[in-house]
C-alpha cells in the first residue's frame, strides 16, 4: 500500500461529536463507480471502505481492500458517488403534508386549478379544504385567482389555497365569511388584503393577512404530523438527499421527530431551526442533539420580509410592476432584536428569511448591531438572500454571515423577476458567483414544499441556470452560474459549515460520516439536461443504506 494508491487511511476516532451507534462487524466497500470525494480538486476514487458510520479508507480498489479486509463490496455498475448531498433549507413537515392535501403545484392554469379542486373536493365531499402548491407567473390568464373562481367549484365549505412560496394563499368566500373579513376589514401589520376595484377582498391575502382565517381551519394532529415526517423522510432518502437543515419548526414537529428518528422510522440526519413561539429552550440553552445524534436543535427562524412572487419582499425602491408597493415588514424591529441578543448570549443560530434588497440590508444591518463589525463565527445566516444590493454583497464576508441560497428559485421566477425587479435590480439577483467571489459562504437548498425538493434540479440550475425546459431570458445573469465543484460544496461541506458540522460530514474522507448519494448519471460530468434524468442508485446515511433504487 502506499500514498498515491490511498488517499487517506486513519482512525475515526480522531474527530468529535455524537455519532450513530453501529456494530463493528459492518464493513463496506463500494467501488465500480467514479467515487467523488468533494475534497478540493481531488480525482475521484476508485473505492471507499466503511466500517459502522465512518469512512476508514478511500483510494484504489487494491488499497482500500488491504485496509479493510473481509468486507462486503457493493459494485455501483458505473453509478456516480458522491458525498452526501444535503437540502440546506427545507420544511420538512410542509414537505409530508403537501403529499397528503391537495397538491396544485402542477397545475398551469386557472382552468386546471379548478378542474383538480374540482376533483379532490368530490373525493373528500365533506369538511373545509386545505392545499398547496400554486403559482400563476406563467399561467395564461396572467393573474391571481381569485374567490370567484374558487366559489364556482366550492362555494358552501370553507377552503384555503397557498401560493407555493408560503406567503400568500387564496381564501373562498366561505372562509372569508367565517373570518369576518369583508370590505371594511384593514391588512394587519405586516400583511395585505388584497380587494377589487369596488373595495370588495379578491380572497388573496399576503404574509401576516393569511393568519386572519389560518385559525378557522382545521390544524394538523398530531398524527398527522408523524406521517408528514415519515413521508417526508422516505421521498427525499428516495431521492438521494442525505440530511435536511428544516425551518420553520413547531415545538411539536419537534417532539415528533425526535421520536421518529429514536424508533428509526426517520433516517436523514436533520438540523433544526424552530419559529420564535417555540425557540425559548434553544434561545435559553443554546444548540442540543438529541440521543441518535441525528437530530440537532440548531437556533430560531425569523422572518424579516415576504416574498417576491406575492409581491412581499422587501425593496429598497418600489416594484418595477407595481410602483405603489415597495413590499412587507413581517417582524418588528425591537422584536428581531431582542431574540437576535438572546440567541447570542446562549450560542444559539439564527437563521433569517429576507428575499429583497431592503430586506437583505436589514437584516446585516441587525445581524451588525447585535454581534459587532468584525467577522464572527457564529454560523447565523441570511435564509435566500435573493435580491441583494451590490454594496450590501461584501457584507456576508465581512460579518461571517452565511448566504442560504436555493438555485431552483433562479429557474422558477425568472418568468416573472425581470418584470418585478427592472434590468438594474437583477445584477444583485440570485447572485451565487458575485457573492462567492466577496469570500462569503453559500449553502444550497431548496426551500422545499416551495419546490420540488429534488437535488437533480438544484444541481442543474446552480450549474445552468435555464428553466427546466431548457428556456433562458435576456440578461438572466448567466455570469452567476457556478461550476460543477462549487454547487457540489454548496450542497455538501458548506451545508455542514452552516451547521458547525465541518469537521465531521460533508466530504469523504477518512474520519467523517459515511453519507453518501449514488446516482445512476454522473453530476460532475453529464449534459446539465442529462442530470435532471439521472436514478438514485443508493443513499447512505452514517454508514447505514437507507434507500436502494
Same mark, same amino acid.
Not at 401576516?208 to 422516505?234: C, F, G
Given at each position: 500500500?502506499?500514498?498515491?494508491?490511498?488517499?487517506?487511511?486513519?482512525?475515526?476516532?480522531?474527530?468529535?461529536?455524537?455519532?450513530?451507534?453501529?456494530?463493528?462487524?459492518?464493513?463496506?466497500?463500494?467501488?465500480?463507480?467514479?467515487?467523488?470525494?468533494?475534497?478540493?480538486?481531488?480525482?475521484?476514487?476508485?473505492?471507499?471502505?466503511?466500517?459502522?458510520?465512518?469512512?476508514?479508507?478511500?483510494?484504489?480498489?487494491?488499497?482500500?481492500?488491504?485496509?479493510?479486509?473481509?468486507?462486503?463490496?457493493?459494485?455501483?455498475?458505473?453509478?456516480?458517488?458522491?458525498?452526501?448531498?444535503?437540502?440546506?433549507?427545507?420544511?420538512?413537515?410542509?414537505?409530508?403534508?403537501?403529499?397528503?392535501?391537495?397538491?396544485?403545484?402542477?397545475?398551469?392554469?386557472?382552468?386546471?386549478?379548478?378542474?383538480?379542486?374540482?376533483?379532490?373536493?368530490?373525493?373528500?365531499?365533506?369538511?373545509?379544504?386545505?392545499?398547496?402548491?400554486?403559482?400563476?407567473?406563467?399561467?395564461?390568464?396572467?393573474?391571481?385567482?381569485?374567490?370567484?373562481?374558487?366559489?364556482?367549484?366550492?362555494?358552501?365549505?370553507?377552503?384555503?389555497?397557498?401560493?407555493?412560496?408560503?406567503?400568500?394563499?387564496?381564501?373562498?368566500?366561505?372562509?372569508?365569511?367565517?373570518?369576518?373579513?369583508?370590505?371594511?376589514?384593514?391588512?394587519?401589520?405586516?400583511?395585505?388584503?388584497?380587494?377589487?376595484?369596488?373595495?370588495?377582498?379578491?380572497?388573496?391575502?399576503?404574509?401576516?393577512?393569511?393568519?386572519?382565517?389560518?385559525?378557522?381551519?382545521?390544524?394538523?394532529?398530531?398524527?398527522?404530523?408523524?406521517?408528514?415526517?415519515?413521508?417526508?423522510?422516505?421521498?427525499? &432518502?428516495? #431521492?438521494? %438527499?442525505?440530511?435536511? +437543515?428544516?425551518?420553520? =419548526? /413547531?415545538?411539536? @414537529?419537534?417532539?415528533?421527530?425526535?421520536? $421518529?428518528?429514536?424508533?428509526?422510522?426517520?433516517?436523514?440526519?436533520?438540523?433544526?431551526?424552530?419559529?420564535?413561539?417555540?425557540?425559548?429552550?434553544?434561545?435559553?440553552?443554546?444548540?442540543?442533539?438529541?440521543?441518535?445524534?441525528?437530530?440537532?436543535?440548531?437556533?430560531?427562524?425569523?422572518?424579516?420580509?415576504?416574498?417576491?412572487?406575492?409581491?412581499?419582499?422587501?425593496?429598497?425602491?418600489?416594484?418595477?410592476?407595481?410602483?405603489?408597493?415597495?413590499?412587507?415588514?413581517?417582524?418588528?424591529?425591537?422584536?428581531?432584536?431582542?431574540?437576535?441578543?438572546?440567541?447570542?448570549?446562549?450560542?444559539?443560530?439564527?437563521?433569517?428569511?429576507?428575499?429583497?434588497?431592503?430586506?437583505?440590508?436589514?437584516?446585516?444591518?441587525?445581524?451588525?448591531?447585535?454581534?459587532?463589525?468584525?467577522? &464572527?463565527? #457564529?454560523? %447565523?445566516?441570511?435564509? +435566500?438572500?435573493?435580491? =441583494? /444590493?451590490?454594496? @450590501?454583497?461584501?457584507?456576508?464576508?465581512? $460579518?461571517?454571515?452565511?448566504?442560504?441560497?436555493?438555485?431552483?428559485?433562479?429557474?422558477?421566477?425568472?418568468?416573472?423577476?425581470?418584470?418585478?425587479?427592472?434590468?438594474?435590480?437583477?445584477?444583485?439577483?440570485?447572485?451565487?458567483?458575485?457573492?462567492?467571489?466577496?469570500?462569503?459562504?453559500?449553502?444550497?437548498?431548496?426551500?422545499?414544499?416551495?419546490?420540488?425538493?429534488?437535488?437533480?434540479?438544484?444541481?442543474?440550475?446552480?450549474?445552468?441556470?435555464?428553466?427546466?425546459?431548457?428556456?433562458?431570458?435576456?440578461?438572466?445573469?448567466?455570469?452567476?452560474?457556478?461550476?460543477?465543484?462549487?454547487?457540489?460544496?454548496?450542497?455538501?461541506?458548506?451545508?455542514?459549515?452552516?451547521?458547525?458540522?465541518?469537521?465531521?460530514?460533508?466530504?469523504?474522507?477518512?474520519?467523517?460520516?459515511?453519507?453518501?448519494?449514488?446516482?445512476?448519471?454522473?453530476?460532475?460530468?453529464?449534459?446539465?439536461?442529462?442530470?435532471?434524468?439521472?436514478?438514485?442508485? $443508493?443513499?447512505?446515511?452514517?454508514?447505514?443504506?437507507?434507500?436502494?433504487?
Amino acid at each position: 500500500m502506499n500514498r498515491r494508491d490511498l488517499l487517506a487511511l486513519g482512525s475515526a476516532s480522531l474527530l468529535g461529536g455524537p455519532v450513530l451507534a453501529s456494530s463493528p462487524s459492518t464493513r463496506t466497500i463500494l467501488t465500480g463507480g467514479p467515487i467523488y470525494t468533494g475534497v478540493g480538486a481531488q480525482a475521484p476514487a476508485q473505492a471507499i471502505a466503511i466500517e459502522g458510520s465512518r469512512i476508514v479508507a478511500v483510494g484504489s480498489l487494491r488499497a482500500v481492500r488491504a485496509a479493510l479486509p473481509r468486507a462486503k463490496e457493493i459494485d455501483l455498475a458505473g453509478a456516480a458517488a458522491l458525498p452526501g448531498l444535503v437540502d440546506s433549507h427545507a420544511h420538512m413537515t410542509g414537505i409530508g403534508l403537501r403529499e397528503m392535501t391537495l397538491n396544485l403545484d402542477s397545475v398551469k392554469s386557472i382552468a386546471e386549478l379548478q378542474a383538480k379542486l374540482a376533483t379532490w373536493a368530490a373525493q373528500n365531499p365533506t369538511g373545509p379544504i386545505a392545499g398547496r402548491g400554486w403559482i400563476e407567473t406563467h399561467w395564461p390568464e396572467g393573474r391571481f385567482p381569485t374567490r370567484q373562481d374558487v366559489d364556482a367549484i366550492v362555494p358552501d365549505r370553507p377552503l384555503l389555497l397557498g401560493r407555493s412560496d408560503g406567503h400568500a394563499a387564496l381564501a373562498n368566500s366561505a372562509l372569508l365569511k367565517l373570518a369576518g373579513i369583508d370590505a371594511s376589514t384593514q391588512s394587519p401589520a405586516g400583511g395585505q388584503i388584497l380587494k377589487d376595484a369596488s373595495g370588495e377582498p379578491t380572497g388573496m391575502l399576503i404574509d401576516n393577512a393569511q393568519a386572519l382565517v389560518e385559525s378557522r381551519m382545521p390544524t394538523a394532529t398530531p398524527d398527522m404530523i408523524r406521517q408528514a415526517l415519515v413521508k417526508a423522510d422516505r421521498l427525499y &432518502t428516495s #431521492r438521494g %438527499w442525505t440530511g435536511l +437543515h428544516n425551518m420553520s =419548526v /413547531s415545538g411539536e @414537529d419537534l417532539i415528533a421527530l425526535k421520536a $421518529l428518528a429514536l424508533s428509526g422510522e426517520v433516517q436523514l440526519r436533520v438540523d433544526n431551526y424552530l419559529d420564535i413561539p417555540f425557540a425559548a429552550d434553544v434561545l435559553r440553552r443554546g444548540p442540543s442533539v438529541d440521543a441518535t445524534g441525528r437530530i440537532s436543535t440548531r437556533g430560531v427562524k425569523i422572518y424579516s420580509d415576504g416574498a417576491l412572487g406575492s409581491r412581499g419582499a422587501a425593496l429598497l425602491a418600489p416594484y418595477a410592476d407595481a410602483p405603489d408597493s415597495e413590499g412587507l415588514l413581517l417582524t418588528p424591529e425591537a422584536h428581531v432584536l431582542a431574540v437576535l441578543e438572546r440567541a447570542k448570549k446562549s450560542g444559539a443560530q439564527v437563521a433569517m428569511h429576507a428575499i429583497g434588497d431592503r430586506g437583505n440590508r436589514q437584516s446585516l444591518d441587525w445581524f451588525e448591531k447585535v454581534l459587532g463589525h468584525a467577522k &464572527t463565527n #457564529r454560523r %447565523w445566516r441570511i435564509e +435566500h438572500a435573493q435580491v =441583494v /444590493s451590490p454594496p @450590501d454583497m461584501p457584507r456576508f464576508a465581512k $460579518l461571517g454571515v452565511i448566504a442560504s441560497m436555493q438555485p431552483s428559485h433562479a429557474i422558477g421566477d425568472l418568468f416573472f423577476a425581470p418584470a418585478r425587479l427592472g434590468p438594474d435590480r437583477l445584477k444583485g439577483a440570485y447572485a451565487w458567483t458575485s457573492l462567492l467571489k466577496t469570500g462569503a459562504v453559500v449553502c444550497g437548498g431548496s426551500d422545499a414544499p416551495v419546490e420540488q425538493g429534488d437535488p437533480r434540479i438544484e444541481f442543474y440550475a446552480a450549474i445552468y441556470r435555464h428553466a427546466l425546459n431548457g428556456y433562458v431570458g435576456p440578461d438572466w445573469g448567466l455570469e452567476e452560474r457556478v461550476s460543477r465543484q462549487q454547487a457540489l460544496t454548496m450542497f455538501t461541506r458548506s451545508a455542514a459549515y452552516a451547521v458547525g458540522a465541518e469537521r465531521s460530514r460533508g466530504t469523504l474522507a477518512v474520519g467523517q460520516a459515511a453519507s453518501i448519494s449514488v446516482f445512476s448519471r454522473d453530476f460532475m460530468a453529464a449534459k446539465p439536461a442529462d442530470i435532471l434524468d439521472a436514478k438514485t442508485v $443508493l443513499t447512505m446515511v452514517d454508514g447505514k443504506i437507507v434507500y436502494e433504487g
